[in-house]
């Protein structure tokens, strides 16, 4: 009974922390909602109170924003062929994953926020939809949700697993509470071997974690031949065409840089931008703004025209049709220490890649195509501008990237028929008719 009161005592502690620190949370929601304005709305969903009666929803699907709903759309669509009977609940943290969820399934599955980890708010969540089965997409543990979901009798699976070494130290900080509530989970699908030997150290069972690869390279054939014919149309056909994809705010004086180097020998250069976080889209088309550079935008003039230098993508949903626009892709949030975002969306494209030195995030695919020569890395502005203006002028290279990467994401699929293959045991029984 040791570990039992050991346990009792460490969620004790922990979840008196949450709650002393409650206030923070709607400081935190405050903040963001002046950046952006729908952390302002649903506040009732973070701290999971539901105005409707219970939902009963079997699947439960929980990814955090924009990226892991993208990654899981081929998942859910799978799922939901093969057991239409049963309804999904789709969790996000960000009010742009929610978006994502609704732009891709509207009203067929059922979304809300993700409760805070607080013990009465984890507990009402669960009792509102009543899942039999929780699919945690990548990195998202928190323990009073894993305590709860296993003290329901609810397996829980972490898919497509990654764990950085940087996540891992910190994870260590609740060493003790999350081994024990990481020993919960029922199945660790990891993206590699590493992220499997991490889950390990951390505490998740050796009879739990399974490499099954990373479900990016699962991703659904990209159909943008339409898109790309009107973008080229409107914008002219035989410019250079680069985009700067998922940048982050102490980014973009470097990409604003490179495309002004780049168009002092390619001067009809044409800039694609699509920063992270809708609150930097306006902060950005100032930006342009302030250096004489002609801006449009995709909510405005939806579409580049012959003279525009730089085409700012304020909308959601489309930054894989504009890769498929473009010849290059420089992916952001790698050249300030963020760890990168996903490089296999260009890939899929036919896009070269270009990226910044910080990639912990993606240790495993970074190494891969570095590896397939299918990416160069840049350091700052200016080999950022020295990249794009040798790429645009060595069409030969620039092809070969683009082929590299796009045969080593063919190479690398699996992941999803290997992780189906896991999850079907665990449904619930279909009815009977």
Not at 13 to 34: D, E, N, Q
Not at 54 to 76: D, F, I, K
Not at 391 to 418: I, P, S
Request: with cysteine; hydrophobic share 50%.
């Amino acid at each position: 009974m040791r570990t039992d009161l050991i346990e009792r005592v460490l969620r004790g502690l922990y979840s008196a922390a949450l709650y002393l620190l409650l206030p923070i949370t709607l400081y935190h929601l405050i903040w963001r909602g002046f950046r952006q304005r729908a952390y302002f709305q649903r506040w009732d969903e973070r701290y999971a109170s539901y105005a409707d009666p219970r939902t009963p929803a079997p699947l439960w699907l929980h990814a955090v924003s924009v990226g892991e709903v993208n990654l899981a759309a081929p998942l859910v669509a799978r799922l939901r062929a093969l057991r239409p009977d049963l309804q999904l609940v789709v969790t996000t943290i960000t009010p742009t994953g929610s978006a994502r969820a609704r732009a891709l399934w509207g009203d067929s599955v059922a979304h809300v926020y993700l409760p805070y980890d607080l013990p009465g708010a984890v507990g009402r969540f669960l009792d509102h939809f009543r899942p039999v089965l929780a699919l945690i997409v990548e990195t998202e543990l928190w323990p009073n949700l894993l305590f709860a979901c296993r003290d329901r009798n609810i397996p829980t699976q972490i898919l497509n697993a990654r764990l950085s070494a940087r996540s891992l130290r910190g994870y260590r900080v609740l060493g003790p509470l999350i081994r024990r509530a990481l020993a919960s989970v029922g199945l660790v699908a990891a993206q590699s071997g590493d992220d499997a030997r991490r889950f390990l150290e951390l505490g998740a069972r050796p009879a739990s974690v399974q490499v099954t690869g990373n479900l990016k390279f699962d991703m659904a054939p990209v159909q943008t031949a339409a898109f790309e014919l009107e973008f080229a149309a409107a914008s002219g056909a035989k410019r250079p065409v680069w985009i700067a994809a998922s940048t982050h705010e102490d980014e973009e004086q470097s990409v604003l840089e490179a495309h002004l180097a780049l168009r002092r020998s390619h001067p009809d250069a044409l800039l694609l931008w699509a920063p992270r976080h809708p609150e930097r889209f306006r902060a950005v088309q100032q930006r342009i703004a302030d250096t004489g550079l002609k801006v449009m935008t995709r909510s405005q003039q939806h579409w580049p025209s012959a003279d525009t230098d730089v085409f700012v993508i304020d909308t959601l949903g489309e930054l894989l049709a504009f890769y498929a626009c473009a010849q290059i892709a420089f992916v952001g949030g790698s050249l300030q220490d963020i760890g990168g975002h996903n490089l296999l969306e260009p890939a899929a494209t036919g896009t070269a890649i270009l990226s910044g030195p910080h990639l912990h995030n993606f240790v495993d695919i970074a190494r891969r195509l570095r590896e397939a020569q299918a990416m160069r890395l840049v350091a700052d502005a200016a080999s950022l501008a020295t990249a794009l203006r040798e790429l645009f002028d060595d069409a030969a290279a620039r092809q070969a990237l683009a082929m590299h990467a796009a045969h080593l994401l063919e190479g690398g699929r699996g992941a999803l028929a290997r992780t189906l293959t896991l999850i079907e045991p665990m449904l619930p029984p279909a009815a009977s008719a």
